[in-house]
């Protein structure tokens, strides 16, 4: 076989229409602002309100920061090559951003079954929320989901690269994905494809059993809520979450947990972009903004910045009349 020492790769994208390009870079441009935004405010917020001091905003915060890592892995370098026009990536720059989109992405389905299990808790055994779900046990959650999410993909990262590539260093997508990016490697590729079965299945199908079986039993115990608006209240925020972990769990399962293998790249990068773009900028306003508590407390920052300027505004002017007083004298 041919086998060459690759420098950098080419990536096929989206188009080579370049207007549809500057269109599309504005286009991620906007919504990648709107993803760091929102989830930086998340993290602020809950590291500064009193009253967001709870296991469920302590997952929210590490959430948001994986959402912006997660991202960020992928469409900064996206947005570069719309901007320019080059499609390049190095070879390095190519494995790295192999190795933090898996790691990112699967520590945050782990981090989303915690979640799952955080409001099973609260809902399901409210007289034991603050006792199982302690400090340290949070910590020790968040922990284990950053943990599995490194081992799980390292390894396939350290043996995805022992392989040699085959002479072409196209890549039909827009990032680094692991399908497009295998079907370059020489040499027998099935263990590779197995453990990256595997692997997907674990933590995919695994974490939405858990996932599924935890908002079960909170619908199970919200039917059982005698009042017609609390049952709604719950009903209303329970389906939100659904829904993001609807998209998200099925994106995912549709690219990487499929043991046949067809060529359906265009559909893969529609699923792609929905999963790297669309699921990051819906969390921020379905977990955390549409919440009252959050709302209250970005109303209360507000007030309090509003109110600090116009005090500092007023010791300027006093100050100020001051000196001109005392000059006058």
Not at 51 to 67: G, K, S, V, W
Not at 100 to 120: A, E, H, I, K, N
Not at 143 to 170: A, D, E, R, Y
Request: aromatic letters at 14%; proline letters at 3%; hydrophobic letters at 50%.
């Amino acid at each position: 076989m041919n086998q060459t020492k690759i420098k950098e790769f080419l990536l096929l994208g989206f188009t080579e229409n370049r207007k549809l390009e500057i269109f599309l870079f504005t286009l991620f441009f906007i919504m990648y602002f709107m993803i760091i935004t929102g989830n930086l405010l998340i993290i602020v917020i809950t590291l500064t309100d009193i009253n967001l001091q709870t296991p469920m905003y302590f997952f929210l915060r590490n959430y948001a920061i994986l959402e912006i890592g997660y991202t960020t892995a992928v469409i900064p370098k996206v947005l570069i090559n719309l901007a320019s026009g080059r499609k390049t990536i190095s070879f390095v720059g190519c494995i790295s951003q192999f190795f933090l989109y898996f790691f990112l992405g699967t520590t945050d389905f782990f981090l989303l079954t915690v979640m799952s299990f955080d409001r099973y808790v609260a809902i399901c055994h409210p007289l034991w929320y603050t006792t199982i779900m302690n400090d340290h046990f949070c910590m020790l959650l968040v922990l284990l989901s950053w943990i599995g999410g490194f081992i799980l993909i390292f390894g396939q990262t350290m043996h995805f690269v022992q392989f040699p590539f085959c002479g072409s260093n196209v890549i039909n997508h827009f990032f680094c994905d692991n399908s497009p990016l295998r079907k370059l490697l020489c040499g027998d590729t099935k263990i590779l494809e197995l453990i990256s079965f595997l692997a997907a299945v674990f933590s995919l199908l695994g974490t939405l059993a858990i996932t599924i079986v935890s908002y079960a039993k909170i619908i199970f115990t919200v039917l059982r809520i005698p009042t017609a608006a609390g049952r709604q209240k719950t009903f209303s925020t329970c389906a939100a979450h659904i829904i993001v972990v609807s998209i998200t769990y099925g994106s995912c399962i549709s690219m990487y947990v499929n043991p046949v293998q067809y060529d359906g790249q265009n559909f893969n990068k529609a699923v792609a972009v929905l999963n790297n773009v669309v699921c990051p900028l819906m969390t921020p306003f379905v977990y955390s903004l549409r919440n009252k508590q959050v709302q209250n407390a970005l109303k209360d920052a507000f007030v309090c910045k509003m109110v600090s300027c116009k005090m500092q505004s007023v010791s300027w002017r006093w100050k100020g009349e001051s000196k001109e007083e005392h000059r006058l004298r």
